[in-house]
C-alpha cells in the first residue's frame, strides 16, 4: 500500500474548508492533518505538524496566502504548496509560481482535479494543467535577442547555452524555430533538449517554465 499523503489546508470560509475537508476525507490515500482559517494559524501548527502538502487560500484574515508562501518556502521549502483560489488570472498565477506554489487551482474546479493535482505535486513537486500553461506562456516575454552569454547554472550543469534553449523552450519555440534561431542543427537542438529535461527534472515544457520562472531565467510582463 502507498504511503498516506499527509495534507493542512488554509482557507477562510468556513463552508468551502468544511467542503474540501469532507469531499477530501473520501480518499483513503489522503489524510487531513489539519484545517484552519488563515496564515498565523498555518504557521502556529507548521511547528507542530508537518503535511506534506499544503491547500492555500489567498485571500485571508490575519497573514495571507502570499505572506504564509513566502514563509513556507523559506521555514519548511520541501512542503508542496497549491493555490486554490478565486482569483484565477494571470497575475496571480504567474505570481505563485515564481513564488514557489507547486500548483494553482480555481475554486471551482472538481475533487478530482484536486487529487490529481495533490499525487502530483507529492509525486513530482509541480504540476501546471492546461489552462495554467497556457495563461503562463502567454504572459511570458520573449527571450531577449542580446541574450548571447546567459548565465550558468553550475549546481546542476546547465551551460549557456542550455539556458539559451530553456528560454526559447519556455517562448514555445519548436525544435526548428530554436535550430534557425541559435543557427544549430535539429539534432543538437534535440540533444540539448533532452539533457536540460534530464537535468532538471521536468518532462513537460510547463514544469520547464516553472523552473525557469523560479531561478529567474525568463521573465513576464
Sequence with gaps: MKRRIHIGIAEDHLLVRQGLVSLLSNYQEINILFDVSNGRELMNELKYSKPDIILLDIEMPVMNGREALE????KYP????????????????????KKGAGGFLPKNCDVEKIVDTIRA???????????????????????SEDSIAPPELPAMNITGREVEILRLLCANKNNREISDHLRLSVRTVE????????????KTIPE??????????????
Excluded: W
Excluded at 191 to 202: E, L, P, Y
Design 78 to 97: 520541501k512542503i508542496g504548496v497549491i493555490i486554490i483560489s478565486m482569483h484565477f488570472q494571470d497575475s496571480y498565477i504567474v505570481e505563485f509560481i
Design 208 to 221: 520547464l517554465t516553472a523552473f525557469a520562472l523560479k531561478n529567474n531565467l525568463i521573465s513576464f510582463s
Design 191 to 202: 540533444g540539448h533538449r533532452f539533457s536540460i529535461m534530464k537535468k532538471v527534472n521536468c
Design 71 to 74: 514563509r513556507i518556502k523559506v
Design 121 to 143: 505535486v507529492h509525486e513530482k513537486g509541480r504540476f501546471y494543467d492546461d489552462k495554467v500553461a497556457a495563461i503562463m506562456s502567454k504572459v511570458f516575454s520573449n527571450p
